[in-house]
C-alpha cells in the first residue's frame, strides 16, 4: 500500500515562501508522475502543478507560474513544491498526488482522476 504524506504547510505573510513536501512510503515512485493541488474553502480542488516520471516535463496553473516550482527527488521517493511570492488567494489545504498505474516516464496530466494516490493534505495560510 502506497501512502503519501504531505510536510511543509503553515501561516506566512504574503510575498513569503514556503516549500511543501510529499513524501512516499510503501513502494517507488522513481517512474511515477505526480502533482499538487489546493482547495480553498468554499472551493473546488485545483490543479497546481505537475511533474513527470523522468522529471523532465512539468506543468503549471496559470496563476502560480513564475512563483511556485514543482521538483522531485527520486532517491528519496519524495516531490516537493517550492512556494514564492506567495499571495493571500494562494490559501488552502494542499495535496500531493502520484499516478502509480502504468505510463510513460514521460506523462504530465492536470485532471485529477489520473492520479490513484492521495496524501491527506497539508494547509497553507497566506496573511495580507
Known amino acids: 500500500q502506497v501512502q503519501l504524506v504531505e510536510s511543509g504547510g503553515g501561516l506566512v505573510q504574503a510575498g513569503g515562501s514556503l516549500r511543501l513536501s510529499c513524501a512516499a512510503s510503501?513502494?517507488?515512485?522513481?517512474?511515477?508522475?505526480m502533482a499538487w493541488f489546493r482547495q480553498a474553502p468554499g472551493k473546488e480542488r485545483e490543479f497546481v502543478a505537475t511533474?513527470?516520471?523522468?522529471?523532465?516535463?512539468?506543468s503549471y496553473v496559470d496563476s502560480v507560474k513564475g512563483r511556485f516550482t514543482i521538483s522531485r527527488d527520486n532517491a528519496k521517493n519524495t516531490g516537493y513544491l517550492q512556494m514564492n511570492s506567495l499571495k493571500p488567494e494562494d490559501t488552502a489545504v494542499y495535496y500531493c498526488?502520484?499516478?502509480?498505474?502504468?505510463?510513460?516516464?514521460?506523462?504530465?496530466?492536470?485532471?485529477?482522476?489520473?492520479?490513484?494516490?492521495w496524501g491527506q493534505g497539508t494547509q497553507v495560510t497566506v496573511s495580507s
Open positions: 498526488a502520484a499516478r502509480l498505474k502504468g505510463s510513460s516516464i514521460h506523462f504530465i496530466s492536470r485532471w485529477p482522476n489520473e492520479y490513484d494516490y
Open positions: 510503501g513502494r517507488t515512485l522513481r517512474s511515477s508522475p
Open positions: 511533474i513527470s516520471g523522468s522529471g523532465g516535463s512539468t
